[in-house]
């Protein structure tokens, strides 16, 4: 059970994962949308936590072939589940800091 929890902490303590996550909740989101809600976070970082969470089964990436062909992200419902168990955080965030 500690196992789990650890690689949980270890996913979301990285900078980034749960800001990613959250703008993800409400509806899918293009890189570039994604990169207009974070703005401090660099393309490059980016590009970087997309990977590991896809990796993770948090996030899916949809290539979308319409012309341009673009990539969207959405959450799976692994994800999903994830970003719920964050709204704690975000409510506790509200009231205490």
Same mark, same amino acid.
């Given at each position: 059970?500690?196992?789990?929890?650890?690689?949980?902490?270890?996913?979301?303590?990285?900078?980034?994962?749960?800001?990613?996550?959250?703008? $993800?909740?409400?509806?899918?989101k293009?890189?570039?949308? #994604?990169? +207009?809600?974070? !703005?401090?976070? &660099?393309?490059?970082? @980016? =590009?970087?936590?997309?990977?590991? $969470?896809?990796?993770?089964?948090?996030?899916?990436?949809? #290539?979308? +072939?319409?012309? !341009?062909v673009? &990539?969207?992200?959405? @959450? =799976?419902?692994?994800?999903h589940? $994830?970003?719920v168990?964050?709204?704690?955080?975000?409510?506790?965030?509200?009231?205490?800091?």
């Amino acid at each position: 059970m500690c196992n789990k929890i650890e690689v949980a902490y270890h996913i979301i303590g990285k900078k980034w994962m749960c800001l990613i996550i959250h703008s $993800l909740m409400e509806e899918p989101k293009r890189f570039s949308e #994604i990169c +207009t809600l974070i !703005p401090d976070l &660099s393309k490059r970082m @980016l =590009t970087e936590r997309m990977k590991e $969470l896809e990796d993770c089964g948090i996030v899916l990436r949809n #290539i979308i +072939t319409d012309r !341009p062909v673009r &990539s969207e992200y959405s @959450l =799976t419902r692994k994800g999903h589940d $994830l970003g719920v168990a964050l709204l704690g955080v975000e409510s506790w965030a509200e009231k205490w800091l």
